[in-house]
């Protein structure tokens, strides 16, 4: 058992670092739209679309937190044929504006239709079911993240810390002697 546990150690800590890089898009563009909302009449459409939701059964809902991801599918699927096509840059572009606007847009509506979504007993078990992998995912990369920091400030013990501070005190060397 510990043999395997070790041998799918790097693949649940891959995991763990896409997880958490999409929870941290979520967390930080979360603000952007709201930015975005205070800068054009989202606002008032944020309000509409609550009343509207208000009235809604928890299963239409569903639907309508849903929907908004559908007309991204196609600009996802361009940015693929233009990768397919080695239009690196407009893919590379493409998929990104797509990710982003895609997290942007789910966070928005997630914001106005999470009451009525958390209503459905099914829903609040898988929400609170990827609360709890967030949260082990924090803890499964955090080591590794405190690590990389202390590698990188020069804190750490160790070949690569040492290797860090003789290239910081070379280059600082080679800065004075200019």
């Not at 998929?95 to 895609?102: P, V």
């Amino acid at each position: 058992m510990t043999v395997m546990r070790r041998l799918l150690q790097p693949i649940w800590v891959l995991l763990a670092v896409i997880f958490l890089i999409e929870a941290w898009l979520w967390d930080h563009l979360e603000p952007i739209v709201a930015w975005v909302v205070d800068r054009i009449p989202l606002r008032d459409f944020k309000h509409w679309l609550a009343e509207r939701v208000d009235t809604l059964s928890p299963s239409m809902t569903l639907i309508v937190f849903i929907v908004p991801v559908i007309p991204l599918f196609p600009l996802k699927l361009i940015g693929l044929w233009l990768l397919a096509n080695e239009y690196w840059m407009s893919a590379i572009f493409t998929i990104l504006f797509a990710k982003f606007l895609g997290v942007g847009v789910t966070a928005f509506v997630f914001d106005v239709t999470r009451p009525k979504l958390l209503e459905m007993g099914w829903f609040e078990r898988l929400y609170e079911f990827i609360l709890d992998v967030r949260a082990r995912a924090n803890a499964l990369v955090e080591p590794i993240k405190r690590r990389i920091i202390e590698i990188l400030r020069g804190d750490a013990d160790g070949w690569s810390s040492r290797m860090l501070r003789l290239i910081q005190r070379f280059r600082k060397s080679v800065h004075e002697a200019r």
